[in-house]
Structures are given as structure tokens and as C-alpha cells.
């Protein structure tokens, strides 16, 4: 029987110890029980949600299926794949089906289909919404959910941040300018604590390809150790941290969205998708300030730990838009589940 009110929530991505994905999902959560809406089930991110029985069954009982895209749907991935037939399975159960938190880039025919099936569709950003809508699906543009806390920042900034990147050339390239340059390590990421955190923390720097030039695999284990050292296990520390900088150099998307949301300046070097570039294209962010890194240097982080007074003006119009945004999609979301 189905529970008037009752949300099936796939792509959990608490599964991923990082800071960002906690907040996103904090937020989510915080923001169907404004509206009403409570969640049965939840599918983790990494786990086919088709091979889950609870879910399935959850789904049976439901009245929405929300599925949170954060960065799983570019490039054709399989992952992603899995989350477009959750709107599939819902419509076979005469339910709607939500894709929110979304960023979309570089996909096929099969996904924009699959994409369809959807009820309602929310981009992270307008260039996602733009491929979306040329796939043949209307898509609205809602920051990502990580914005919609209003952040403090603190009243003096000092010092100069670095995280690494999902890319591992451009990763251990940070690391290198972050000792040359002077900065702190300020990894998004965190494993757990002890042996098997430290194991997972190396592995994690190591690639079968590695074994063909041992000088990067050196340098990745390095930069691993370094940020091993440097982990935060609690957001609020890291958000603490990040908006306590003069400036944030990065390669990770919610990294950036944590420097943005607290008017941290910020230096960012391109992820796997468009998705930071997109991101700085919507809060009026200047594109000088996406670089590679080999372009970092002493002159160049100078001139970033200030924003420009129109990137200023321009981020807290963002910001304050996307607030309400965000409030408009959740309503949204329970008016389709009435």
C-alpha cells in the first residue's frame, strides 16, 4: 500500500568519506522534512540500487523517488546508468520520480531516453540544463545543494589552502605547488581511523600503470601521506578551516562550492567534467581564476586572495538566488508527491 508522503532517496553518497557529500546530503534530508516529506529507504552510493530488495520493496510502498545525480552522470558511466533507471522503475509503479543535484556532460543518446522518464529534472549548473534540454528534457538550474547553508566567514583570513583533485596527474602537480608555494594541505576527503584507513588512504594513490613510471608513483604516495596527515573528520572543522583562508587553491568541485559558499577567493584547476568551470560561469566568477597547475605561483595566488568587486557583487547574488532556489525545488518535490 502506498504511504502518502514517502520518498525513496537513491545515491546516498554519505558511503564516500567527504566533507562534501555530507553536506549535500544533510541538506537533502533537512529539506524533505521541511516539506513534509519522509524518507523509507535509502540506495548508497557504489551499490546497484536494482540488486537492493529493500529498496525495491521501499519502492513499492512510496510516493516519490528522488534520485540525487551529484557528479555520477557524464561520459555514458555505468554508475550513472543505474541512477537514470530509478525514474524507469518508478513510472512502472505509477509514481514520479525527481533527478535533483545534477550535473550532466558528455553523454549519449540511451542516457538523454532514460532521462525522460523523469518527473522533474534540477541541474547544478546552466551548462548541465543546457545539454539536458538538448537531449529533449526541460531542466531547471539549482545550485548545488552543498550552497544552501549560509556560512560565516571568519573576521581575519590567513594562509592559502590546497586540496588535490579526482585527477591524479593534477593531483600530485597541486601537492608539488602546495609545498613549493607554501600552503596547507586541506583534503576534502578523509578514510577512517587507523590501519585500514592508512591502507585504503595508499591504495587509493596507486594505479597498474604506475608500475611503468615509478617517479609519479613516488610522488603520488607522497602526496597521499601529506594528506593523510591533514584530514578533518568532522564538516565542520573543514568548513571552519576553509573559511577562515585567504585563499583556496583546488581540483575537487566541493571544495570549491565550500570556498564559494564562504567567500573564500579561490584558484581552481578543471575536474573530469565541466562542472567547476560551469559552476564559476553561474556565480559570475572570473575565468582567469581556472588554472593548470604548473600556472601556480607566488604572483598568481597574490592577485586571487582578493575578489574583484563584481565577482563579490556577483557570488552573494548567487548565493541568495540559489537559497531560494533550493527552497522552491523541495516544495516542488511534495507537491509532486501529493
Same mark, same amino acid.
Given at each position: 500500500?502506498? !504511504?502518502?508522503?514517502?520518498?525513496?532517496?537513491?545515491?546516498?553518497?554519505?558511503?564516500?568519506?567527504?566533507?562534501?557529500?555530507?553536506r549535500v546530503m544533510r541538506t537533502l534530508e533537512a529539506q &524533505?522534512?521541511?516539506?513534509?516529506?519522509?524518507?523509507?529507504?535509502?540506495?548508497?552510493?557504489?551499490?546497484?540500487?536494482?540488486?537492493?530488495?529493500?529498496?525495491?520493496?521501499?519502492?513499492?510502498?512510496?510516493? &516519490?523517488?528522488?534520485?540525487?545525480?551529484?557528479?555520477?552522470?557524464?561520459?555514458?558511466?555505468?554508475?550513472?546508468?543505474?541512477? &537514470?533507471?530509478?525514474?524507469?522503475?518508478?513510472?512502472?509503479?505509477?509514481?514520479?520520480?525527481?533527478?535533483?543535484?545534477?550535473?550532466?556532460?558528455?553523454?549519449?543518446?540511451?542516457?538523454? !531516453?532514460?532521462?525522460?522518464?523523469?518527473?522533474?529534472?534540477?541541474?547544478?549548473?546552466?551548462?548541465?540544463?543546457?545539454?539536458?534540454?538538448?537531449?529533449?528534457?526541460?531542466?531547471?538550474?539549482?545550485?548545488?545543494?552543498?550552497?544552501?547553508?549560509?556560512?560565516?566567514?571568519?573576521?581575519?583570513?590567513?594562509g592559502v589552502g590546497f586540496t588535490d583533485s579526482v585527477l591524479r596527474e593534477a593531483a600530485v602537480a597541486l601537492e608539488q605547488?602546495?609545498?613549493?608555494?607554501?600552503?596547507?594541505?586541506?583534503?576534502?576527503?578523509?578514510?577512517?581511523?587507523?590501519?585500514?584507513?592508512?591502507?585504503?588512504?595508499?591504495?587509493?594513490?596507486?594505479?597498474?600503470?604506475?608500475?611503468?613510471?615509478?617517479?609519479?608513483?613516488?610522488?603520488?604516495?607522497?602526496?597521499? &601521506?601529506?594528506?593523510?596527515?591533514?584530514?578533518?573528520?568532522?564538516?565542520?572543522?573543514?568548513?571552519?578551516?576553509?573559511?577562515?583562508?585567504?585563499?583556496?587553491?583546488?581540483?575537487?568541485?566541493?571544495?570549491?562550492?565550500?570556498?564559494?559558499?564562504?567567500?573564500?577567493?579561490?584558484?581552481?584547476?578543471?575536474?573530469?567534467?565541466?562542472?567547476?568551470?560551469?559552476?564559476?560561469?553561474?556565480?559570475?566568477?572570473?575565468?582567469?581564476?581556472?588554472?593548470?597547475?604548473?600556472?601556480?605561483?607566488?604572483?598568481?595566488?597574490?592577485?586571487?586572495?582578493?575578489?574583484?568587486?563584481?565577482?563579490?557583487?556577483?557570488?552573494?547574488?548567487?548565493?541568495?538566488?540559489?537559497?531560494?532556489?533550493?527552497?522552491?525545488?523541495?516544495?516542488?518535490?511534495?507537491?509532486?508527491?501529493?
Amino acid at each position: 500500500m502506498r !504511504q502518502p508522503s514517502s520518498v525513496v532517496v537513491i545515491n546516498d553518497t554519505r558511503t564516500d568519506l567527504h566533507h562534501g557529500c555530507w553536506r549535500v546530503m544533510r541538506t537533502l534530508e533537512a529539506q &524533505l522534512e521541511r516539506v513534509g516529506l519522509e524518507i523509507i529507504a535509502r540506495a548508497p552510493a557504489h551499490a546497484d540500487w536494482r540488486q537492493d530488495a529493500a529498496v525495491i520493496a521501499a519502492m513499492d510502498r512510496a510516493a &516519490l523517488v528522488v534520485v540525487n545525480g551529484e557528479g555520477t552522470l557524464h561520459h555514458d558511466r555505468p554508475a550513472g546508468a543505474a541512477l &537514470l533507471a530509478a525514474a524507469a522503475a518508478a513510472r512502472e509503479r505509477s509514481i514520479p520520480a525527481a533527478l535533483i543535484n545534477a550535473s550532466w556532460d558528455a553523454n549519449g543518446p540511451d542516457f538523454g !531516453q532514460a532521462l525522460k522518464a523523469f518527473s522533474l529534472v534540477s541541474a547544478r549548473e546552466q551548462r548541465s540544463a543546457d545539454q539536458m534540454r538538448a537531449a529533449g528534457t526541460t531542466a531547471r538550474v539549482v545550485p548545488d545543494l552543498s550552497f544552501f547553508e549560509p556560512v560565516t566567514p571568519a573576521t581575519i583570513r590567513r594562509g592559502v589552502g590546497f586540496t588535490d583533485s579526482v585527477l591524479r596527474e593534477a593531483a600530485v602537480a597541486l601537492e608539488q605547488a602546495r609545498r613549493r608555494l607554501g600552503g596547507r594541505a586541506l583534503p576534502i576527503h578523509f578514510n577512517r581511523p587507523g590501519l585500514v584507513g592508512d591502507l585504503k588512504n595508499l591504495r587509493d594513490g596507486v594505479a597498474r600503470s604506475d608500475l611503468a613510471r615509478p617517479g609519479f608513483l613516488l610522488a603520488s604516495l607522497s602526496a597521499r &601521506l601529506a594528506w593523510r596527515r591533514a584530514e578533518m573528520t568532522r564538516e565542520q572543522d573543514y568548513m571552519a578551516a576553509v573559511a577562515g583562508l585567504a585563499l583556496m587553491v583546488t581540483g575537487r568541485f566541493h571544495a570549491a562550492t565550500f570556498a564559494l559558499a564562504a567567500g573564500t577567493p579561490l584558484l581552481a584547476v578543471d575536474s573530469n567534467t565541466h562542472k567547476i568551470a560551469a559552476t564559476f560561469e553561474d556565480a559570475g566568477i572570473a575565468d582567469w581564476r581556472r588554472v593548470a597547475p604548473e600556472r601556480l605561483d607566488a604572483a598568481l595566488l597574490d592577485r586571487a586572495a582578493r575578489w574583484a568587486p563584481e565577482e563579490a557583487e556577483a557570488l552573494e547574488a548567487f548565493l541568495a538566488d540559489g537559497r531560494r532556489r533550493t527552497l522552491t525545488l523541495f516544495d516542488d518535490l511534495a507537491r509532486l508527491a501529493a
